[in-house]
């Protein structure tokens, strides 16, 4: 069974650090590309974040572009996304998924597997 796991959410104060994991089991991460996501309440899910399946190409959104940090662990199985200078607009539930294929482009609408998400609260 093809299981994505986040954990590492929280409630933190504005220009707080959290690190955020993507944990698969079934698969294995480094043959797909990874792509983080967020979805605010009363708004759309939205791409955060996308690596390659090598590592090598990163992608941010602008809003957290110097803030945020994509990685991947290939030991452990699992991506990362350390999120630094947290802002209260960066609360969301975040979803970690996979796509097969090649490329630094997360689109929601592409993806193949999804997480349940982990909820970030940033507070003011």
């Known amino acids: 069974q093809l299981q994505l796991v986040e954990s590492g959410g929280g409630l933190v104060q504005a220009g707080g650090s959290l690190r955020l994991s993507c944990a698969a089991s079934g698969f294995t991460l480094d043959n797909y590309v990874i792509g983080w996501f967020r979805q605010a309440p009363g708004k759309e899910r939205e791409g955060v974040s996308c690596i390659s399946r090598g590592g090598g190409r990163t992608n941010y959104v602008d809003s957290v572009k110097g803030r945020f940090t994509i990685s991947r662990d290939s030991a452990k199985n699992t991506v990362y996304l350390q999120m630094n200078s947290l802002k209260p607009e960066d609360t969301a539930v975040y979803y970690c998924?996979?796509?097969?294929?090649?490329?630094?482009?997360?689109?929601?609408?592409?993806?193949?597997?999804w997480g349940e998400g982990t909820l970030v609260t940033v507070s003011s």
């Open positions: 998924a996979a796509r097969s294929g090649f490329g630094s482009t997360c689109v929601v609408g592409g993806m193949d597997y």
